[in-house]
Nanobody
Framework: VQLVESGGGMVQPGGSLRLSCAASGFTFSSYDMSWVRQAPGKGPEWVSGINPGGGSTYYPDSVKGRFTISRDNTKNTLYLQMNSLKPEDTALYYC????????????????????WGQGTQVTVSS
């Protein structure tokens, strides 16, 4: 199993970024997936989740209305569109595969994820 994130960078407040996560080594279309971030000096924070078919998505209040998770199962790729970025969104962003033993919402239990990428850095600063 391999998860490789890309698309991070530095952006001004109010800007946008699109993160990608290329998955390999497993049947991507069969798994729930999530994005999780970790800011310097803080614990990890779940920021979005999506079911295998892509028809159900979930967000915490901190990013709802600004972030959009999606997936392309034909390309084995997970995405996170981030708009209206704030300095507090600065973090290392990881994609994670949810263990097959867990079904449905909620998605925020970080112990439910068995594989993680290496992360991509997002910095929001003027």
């Amino acid at each position: 199993v391999q998860l490789v994130e890309s698309g991070g960078g530095m952006v001004q407040p109010g800007g946008s970024l699109r993160l990608s996560c290329a998955a390999s080594g497993f049947t991507f279309s069969s798994y729930d997936m999530s994005w999780v971030r970790q800011a310097p000096g803080k614990g990890p924070e779940w920021v979005s989740g999506i079911n295998p078919g892509g028809g159900s998505t979930y967000y915490p209040d901190s990013v709802k209305g600004r972030f959009t998770i999606s997936r392309d199962n034909t390309k084995n790729t997970l995405y996170l569109q981030m708009n209206s970025l704030k300095p507090e969104d600065t973090a290392l962003y990881y994609c994670a595969r949810r263990s097959p033993g867990y079904l449905g919402a909620p998605y925020y239990g970080l112990n439910e994820y068995d594989y993680w990428g290496q992360g991509t850095q997002v910095t929001v600063s003027s």
